[in-house]
Nanobody, 114 residues
Framework: QVQLVESGGGLVQPGGSLRLSCAAS????????MGWYRQAPGKQRALVAR???????TTADSVKGRFTVSRDNAKNMLYLQMNDLKPEDTAVYYC????????WGQGTQVTVSS
């Protein structure tokens, strides 16, 4: 199991960009399938994007073409590049180890507002 710490959230205007980072410690990051999730107030936590240990990616329809997930195994880092942000992207964003074990980060707040 890895331990996960997200960073990079903040306040951004509509149309702006942010890059979220997730630092992983412990063993097994490079073999792990990883994901980004988000939870808006009053809503359930939902998948944003995931990346396999072979770098295959899946992106939610709501962010397709705007968000890109990537990883750097040498640095034990997971990233989420978010472009053309919209107010509906406002949420707490979580990094998750999905396989072979499950682990969540503490989350980072992203607020999109003018």
């Amino acid at each position: 199991q890895v331990q996960l710490v997200e960073s990079g959230g903040g306040l951004v205007q509509p149309g702006g960009s942010l890059r979220l980072s997730c630092a992983a410690s412990g063993s097994g990051f490079s073999i792990s399938h990883m994901g980004w999730y988000r939870q808006a107030p009053g809503k359930q936590r939902a998948l944003v994007a995931r990346i396999s240990n072979t770098r295959d990616t899946t992106t939610a329809d709501s962010v397709k073409g705007r968000f890109t997930v990537s990883r750097d195994n040498a640095k034990n880092m997971l990233y989420l590049q978010m472009n053309d942000l919209k107010p509906e992207d406002t949420a707490v964003y979580y990094c998750k180890q999905e396989w072979p074990t499950s682990s969540w980060g503490q989350g980072t707040q992203v607020t999109v507002s003018s």
